[in-house]
């Protein structure tokens, strides 16, 4: 079994940067991919970016509403996966959450969310 651990979140003034840590354990072998999510209340979850996981191409995939402005990374050493997030925008705001994609089959495992707060 899978297990993420996000860190990062917080508030922000708009234009800031925030830098998200997702830390995997457990199983890790197993992922195939990992994303960030973020759901903001009221609304529809949304992968916000995506980058697979391990040695393979990075292969990263971006919401349009974060492309050039947010960018996936990933440390194999560290099984961790970050989300540098620049130019922040109040519509940013949302709890986002780390998920892993699997072999057993799509983002079935997930952290605990972490909360980013962007201030106009």
């Known amino acids: 079994q899978v297990q993420l651990v996000e860190s990062g979140g917080g508030l922000v003034q708009a234009g800031g940067s925030l830098r998200l840590s997702c830390a995997a354990s457990?199983?890790?072998?197993?992922?195939?991919?990992m994303g960030w999510f973020r759901q903001a209340p009221g609304k529809e979850r949304e992968l916000a970016a995506a980058?697979?996981?391990?040695?393979?191409?990075?292969?990263?995939y971006y919401a349009d509403s974060v492309k050039g402005r947010f960018t996936i990374s990933r440390d194999n050493a560290k099984n961790t996966v970050y989300l540098q997030m620049y130019r922040l925008k109040p519509e940013d705001t949302a709890t986002y959450y780390c998920?892993?994609?699997?072999?057993?089959?799509?983002?079935?495992?997930w952290g605990q969310g972490t909360q980013v707060t962007v201030s106009s």
């Open positions: 980058i697979r996981f391990g040695w393979s191409s990075e292969y990263p």
């Open positions: 457990g199983g890790t072998f197993s992922i195939y991919r």
């Open positions: 998920a892993a994609d699997t072999s057993t089959g799509g983002f079935n495992s």
